[in-house]
């Protein structure tokens, strides 16, 4: 299940041949400087659209489900950051892609101080950056990915302008490691036997609407 993409691959390795990712879903978010004023200055009242100079923050929300037999790789991690891309464009071009995480933890990120900044403002989701999570105790995870301040090329509903992600997802399988008491088994031998890898390829197009805005509004008239 995947929302609002018009392309999505997976492919696995490990103990079994299909992946372990349930309802993938991309979410493109970009979060404006707060918007106080309600003079009618900054925005127009007829068309309802803001007009106000101050750049935006923008990143894509990756969120999906594991089946219940899969867990954290404490040794690696669930999502290793080096293995996490994202470009954009009209179609898929691995070499367009950038390690947007890499990039976000080594101080390479472009315009990283006016980023950070949007994120920290109170109207602003609590969502923090590439950061893999250390347990899934409901199965669920949500992932973000920084983009760049200003970066998402403006909607089309030709969808020709896609937003791309690339990341492998990196899991136990508890059964086979006798986590429950079984039998545990070596399915793939070697140093991880119990490793089971996932790499996700999807896009999402910047279409009108299909953004969720924060830190923007507009006041009623009467």
Wanted: glycine fraction near 8%; proline fraction near 5%; hydrophobic fraction near 35%.
């Amino acid at each position: 299940h995947l929302e609002k993409t018009s392309f999505y691959s997976v492919s696995t390795h490990g103990v079994n041949d299909y992946t372990f990712l349930e309802y993938v879903n991309l979410r493109l978010v970009a979060i404006y400087d707060e918007d106080a004023d309600f003079s009618g200055v900054n925005e127009s009242t007829l068309e309802t659209v803001r007009t106000s100079t101050e750049k935006a923050a923008h990143y894509i929300q990756v969120t999906f489900t594991m089946g219940s037999k899969y867990d954290v790789n404490d040794n690696a991690g669930l999502i290793p950051l080096d293995s996490v891309r994202a470009g954009k464009g009209t179609f898929f071009e691995d070499d367009d892609l950038e390690h947007k995480c890499v990039q976000y933890t080594d101080g390479s990120f472009p315009e990283v101080a006016s980023f950070n900044g949007s994120l920290l403002q109170d109207c602003a989701p609590a969502a923090a950056m590439c950061v893999s999570p250390a347990s899934v105790p409901d199965q669920f995870v949500a992932f973000n990915i920084p983009l760049g301040v200003d970066w998402f090329d403006p909607p089309s509903n030709a969808l020709d302008n896609n937003v791309f992600v690339h990341m492998v997802i990196n899991a136990i399988d508890t059964v086979a490691r006798g986590d429950e008491g079984q039998t545990p088994t070596n399915p793939n031998g070697g140093q991880a036997p119990w490793q089971m890898k996932t790499t996700l390829s999807a896009s999402i197009p910047v279409v009108a609407g299909g953004i969720n805005i924060f830190c923007d509004g507009i006041t009623a008239k009467t």
